[in-house]
């Protein structure tokens, strides 16, 4: 169990980049609504902990930018906004994501049952088949 | 786009909000983060406390969801290292002042360059004080000594007040050099201090130990980005 954990964990880090950017990409944001933004989305959900300082990364990479911005029910709050910069890493991502997730997909809907394993020790390399839904 | 400094800290601030963000900005001084960075962290980390405050969210619910101030630092302290790591990072800017250029070598893993440089600088340094007070010692003390005591090159040597001039020269940029030896020494220590901390699992996957609980409390992941998030987000 502590494996599963430990992989979802892994898998859901390099995810929350990806996620924070394209939130940010439709409209600045602070960092309390990010936090519950994403913590709505439940198997992306990540700690305040996690969350904050993967802010201040983006920002130190250049792919953030910060600004102060008045609140109607208190003091200014801290908005990050995506820069031109921020949207070529979103567009990366987003292909490379997009690439990973087909290839996965593909690997997961290949037939298991069909290959027999030869006198070679060798399984026969077969087209992959998508799974009927 | 970054404007003025400005904190989101109230004077009717919880006092345990108000102890954990000055044990935060304590743990964050004692990492080595710069003081610009500290101050926008402790504002987003005010700020986070006081909108949870804003939506009725309980004050231990928020805690219990920051985690601890310990946990939290490390995770700002990896996160900013690793962004130290990256060219051209961007908002960070280039390095202005010699402690800057220093910060940077440290956060960028070239510690042994900066060992050696320590070394060569610290040596240099001593040498030229020791020869700068060597230096003025005696053309104080050689007018004082008889003639026929001297080697005919010593009486034949440069005047007084030009040995006087060179040894304070020479001791003036050894005591500049034993300075520069000393801000190597700190970003040094702060280098390995970081290095310590960024135990390597956490650097490649920006992690921490509470995110390694977080499974269990919100289920297992779907390979897919959670569309209706962002589509709320969008909209609102």
């Known amino acids: 169990m502590a494996d599963i954990q430990d992989w979802n964990s892994q898998m859901r880090r390099g995810l929350l980049e990806l996620c924070v950017l394209a939130l940010l990409e439709a409209r600045p944001g602070y960092g309390y609504e990010i936090v519950t933004s994403l913590a709505e989305a439940d198997p992306l959900a990540a700690s305040e902990g996690t969350v904050y300082p993967l802010l201040r990364r983006l920002r130190r990479f250049g792919w953030l930018e910060t600004f102060w911005r008045e609140s109607d029910s208190g003091p200014p709050r801290q908005y990050y906004q995506l820069t031109e910069k921020g949207l070529d890493r979103l567009r990366q991502l987003e292909a490379e994501w997009g690439e990973l997730r087909r290839s996965v997909d593909e690997r997961l809907a290949y037939d298991r049952r069909a290959p027999a394993v030869t006198a070679g020790g060798r399984v026969p390399v077969q087209k992959p088949q998508r799974r009927s839904r | ?236």
């Open chain 2, 1 to 236: 786009m970054t404007s003025g400094r400005t904190t989101r800290s109230s004077p009717e601030r919880h006092p345990l909000v108000a102890r954990y963000v000055e044990q935060l900005e304590g743990e964050l001084v004692r990492s080595g983060i710069q003081r610009e960075e500290i101050i926008e962290i402790v504002a987003d980390i005010d700020g986070h406390f006081a909108d949870a405050q804003s939506v009725g969210r309980s004050l231990s619910s928020t805690l219990e969801r920051l985690g601890a101030v310990r946990e939290l630092a490390d995770a700002y302290t990896v996160a900013l290292a690793v962004g130290m790591g990256l060219e051209g990072s961007g908002s960070a800017g280039r390095p202005r002042t010699g402690r800057d250029w220093l910060r940077r070598a440290t956060e960028g893993g070239r510690l042994a360059t900066l060992a050696s440089l320590t070394l060569v600088i610290g040596g240099l340094g001593v040498a030229l004080l020791l020869t700068g007070v060597v230096g003025a010692l005696a053309a104080l003390v050689l007018p004082f000594v008889p003639s026929r005591l001297l080697d005919p090159t010593l009486r034949a040597g440069m005047p007084q007040l030009v040995v006087l001039a060179v040894a304070a020269l020479s001791a003036a940029v050894g005591r500049l050099s034993l300075r520069l030896v000393k801000l190597n020494l700190r970003s040094l220590l702060l280098g390995f201090r970081r290095l310590r901390r960024a135990r390597p699992d956490r650097v490649a996957t920006g992690q921490t130990d509470r995110d390694r609980r977080l499974p269990s409390e919100h289920g297992s992941l779907r390979p897919t980005v959670h569309r209706p998030a962002i589509e709320t987000w969008q909209r609102r």
